[in-house]
Nanobody, 120 residues
Framework: QVQLQESGPGLVKPSQTLSLTCTVS??????????WSWIRQPPGKGLEWIGH???????YYSPSLKSRTSISRDTSKNQFTLQLSSVTPEDTAVYYC????????????WGQGTQVTVSS
């Protein structure tokens, strides 16, 4: 059973960088054909894909967020990390990490989500 757990600060000031970590248990993030995503849901809105990192380490980002987003990983800790720079209040959302197997297939494992508020 794969489990994902998000961690990071719940409050970030405008213009700063949001940094969240997803710790994975029950499976290695380097397992072939597994992809590890960051997704968010702003208040009152739908889910928004931010980006993902493949088992190979390749990264893919949403075009609308690409200029501010970086996803990396620490294979020794079985973790992957989201960094979103120059945040504004519009980046306030519940942030989730999730896994899918092969593009086109649905997410099969999700973290519980973590609320991040951007405010001074």
């Amino acid at each position: 059973q794969v489990q994902l757990q998000e961690s990071g600060p719940g409050l970030v000031k405008p213009s700063q960088t949001l940094s969240l970590t997803c710790t994975v248990s029950g499976g290695s993030i380097t397992t072939a054909y597994w992809y590890w995503s960051w997704i968010r849901q702003p208040p009152g809105k739908g889910l928004e894909w931010i980006g993902h990192i493949a088992a190979s380490g390749s990264t893919y980002y949403s075009p609308s967020l690409k200029s501010r987003t970086s996803i990396s990983r620490d294979t020794s800790k079985n973790q992957f990390t989201l960094q979103l720079s120059s945040v504004t209040p519009e980046d306030t959302a519940v942030y989730y990490c999730a896994r899918f197997i092969l593009p086109g297939l649905p997410y099969d494992y999700w973290g519980q989500g973590t609320q991040v508020t951007v405010s001074s």
